[in-house]
C-alpha cells in the first residue's frame, strides 16, 4: 500500500500500484481538516490514507458528526454528552438557551443541534430549532419528555431528524445519529 499524507491542506497524489499490474495506479487523498484550529504536522507527522474503496483498508474514514446540544438541565446534558461521545459524535458546544444555541450553531456549524422543547429563556426549543434550520440549514434532533401532537406539529417547519423521549435512550439516539448520516451522503 503506497501512503499519502494526512496533512492540513487537501492534496492528491498519484503512485505507482502493486506488482500485480504494470498500469496499477492507485490515487491517494491527503485528508484535510482547516477548521481544527491546531498547526499543520511537523514531518513525520503522517498517516496513510487511501482514497478508493477498493484499496485493501477500506474506504476513507468519515470524520465525527458534530453537534450542539441545547438542554437546560446539566445532568440531562452531561447524560447527552457522554451517549453522543460514546457513539463516536463530537461535541462542539453546548447552550441553555435559544441566543445560546444559535450564536454556537453560527459559530461551529454543526451537522445537527439535540432540541429540547423547555428550556431557559424567552423562546422555547421549537422556536430556536425553526430559526436556525431558517438561517443555517442546520436541523434537530428533539429530546423532550413532550411529544404531544400540537408540538410535534408546530416543530414540522424545522425539518427534524425525529424526537427522542426522556429518559434517553442510546438506540434511539444511534438511530437518530444513523438519519443524520445518511443526509450527508
Known amino acids: ?12 497524489a498519484t503512485t505507482t500500484g502493486s506488482a ?7 490515487r491517494l487523498h ?3 481538516s482547516s477548521s481544527d484550529g491546531l498547526p499543520p504536522p511537523k514531518t513525520g507527522d503522517t498517516e496513510a490514507v487511501p482514497l478508493d474503496e477498493d484499496s485493501p ?3 476513507l474514514p ?3 458528526l458534530r453537534v450542539v446540544i441545547v438542554e437546560d438541565e446539566a445532568i ?3 447524560e447527552l454528552e457522554m451517549l453522543l461521545e460514546e457513539l463516536n459524535a463530537e461535541v462542539v458546544g453546548m447552550a441553555m438557551t435559544a441566543a ?6 453560527a459559530e461551529h456549524r454543526p451537522d445537527c443541534v439535540t432540541m429540547d422543547i423547555n428550556i431557559k429563556g424567552p423562546r422555547d426549543g421549537v422556536s430556536a ?17 413532550y411529544k404531544d401532537t400540537a408540538t410535534v406539529k408546530r416543530a414540522e417547519s424545522a425539518k427534524p431528524f425525529g424526537w427522542i423521549t426522556k429518559p434517553i435512550d442510546k438506540t434511539d439516539l444511534a438511530l437518530a445519529l444513523e438519519q443524520v448520516k445518511q443526509q450527508q451522503t
Open 62 to 64: 468519515s470524520r465525527p
Open 76 to 78: 440531562i446534558s452531561m
Open 20 to 26: 500485480h499490474s504494470h498500469r496499477s495506479q492507485r
Open 100 to 105: 445560546q444555541a444559535e450564536a454556537l450553531v
Open 129 to 145: 430549532a425553526q430559526d436556525i434550520f431558517e438561517a443555517y440549514g442546520v436541523r434537530a434532533i428533539f429530546v423532550s419528555a
Open 57 to 59: 483498508s477500506g474506504p
Open 1 to 12: 500500500m503506497t501512503p499519502a499524507f494526512k496533512n492540513h491542506r487537501s492534496v492528491s
Open 30 to 32: 491527503a485528508v484535510a
